[in-house]
């Protein structure tokens, strides 16, 4: 009879405990559960949203934004004697830099459906209409001099970037985020500026301090 109370014990205790566990997880702390011990990139990871509280979709168009003043958004743009562009640059609010961005794409480097999610292996293309030049949007990083630059390739591995949630409070925005280059097996590194030439670049930079902050605006 005290084995039997004992055991009764000890499996209304194991019962009690899961109970407990099971309500410190919210909505607010999601338990993260992989459905693959073996890809990173396939973590149940909460969504990335845009500044309407929209998830950003695979397939539909935005604009990358740095809100901060002085910050404006991400374009495409030539430096050099090349035929396409071939740097991503930032608007800033001096005229040589004023503009309203060019549009940009995700793509993802495995099939999690048909929206972004933090932390999650993606390429960046930008979105242009016509034909020209079409082959030559993918974001990349220059290995010598850390640029961020285009002509990258999808399924090339120094073009995945990462989508990280930035904890900042910036007035008036909502939905802040930071990018990261996260190249396989190598640790990922935020993206910040990196004037050169007079240009304002988007580049990796070595001090977590030292990235730039960014919004997702819907075309």
Request: hydrophobic share 45%.
């Given at each position: 009879m005290k084995s039997?109370?004992?055991?009764?014990?000890?499996l209304l205790s194991t019962t009690l405990s899961l109970v407990v566990f099971a309500r410190s997880f919210t909505s607010e702390n999601p338990i993260v559960l992989p459905t693959s011990s073996h890809d990173d990139d396939n973590l149940v990871l909460p969504e990335v949203y845009d500044q309407k509280g929209d998830p950003l979709r695979i397939g539909e168009r935005y604009i990358i934004n740095n809100?901060?003043?002085g910050g404006g958004s991400l374009y495409w743009y030539k430096i050099g004697n090349v035929e396409c562009p071939n740097a991503v640059l930032q608007h800033m609010p001096i005229p040589e830099f004023l503009g309203q961005g060019t549009p940009v794409m995700f793509v993802p480097k495995s099939d999690?459906?048909?929206?972004?999610?933090?932390?999650?292996?993606v390429y960046i293309k930008f979105s242009v209409i016509?034909?020209?030049?079409?082959?030559?949007?993918?974001?990349?990083?220059?290995?010598?001099?850390?640029?961020?630059?285009?002509?990258?390739?999808?399924?090339?591995?120094?073009?995945?970037?990462?989508?990280?949630?930035?904890?900042?409070?910036?007035?008036?925005?909502?939905?802040?985020?930071?990018?990261?280059?996260?190249?396989?097996?190598?640790?990922?590194?935020?993206?910040?500026?990196?004037?050169?030439?007079?240009?304002?670049?988007?580049?990796?930079?070595?001090?977590?301090?030292?990235?730039?902050?960014?919004?997702?605006?819907?075309?």
């Open positions: 039997v109370n004992i055991l009764s014990f000890l809100p901060l003043i999690y459906g048909d929206v972004v999610h933090v932390m999650t292996a016509s034909r020209w030049c079409v082959n030559e949007t993918v974001w990349q990083v220059h290995d010598e001099d850390q640029l961020v630059l285009t002509g990258g390739k999808v399924g090339n591995e120094n073009a995945i970037f990462k989508i990280m949630k930035a904890d900042l409070v910036i007035e008036g925005m909502k939905n802040v985020y930071k990018l990261l280059h996260c190249p396989s097996h190598h640790e990922c590194k935020n993206i910040g500026g990196h004037f050169k030439n007079g240009y304002p670049h988007l580049a990796i930079v070595d001090d977590d301090k030292d990235f730039i902050p960014f919004v997702f605006i819907k075309v």
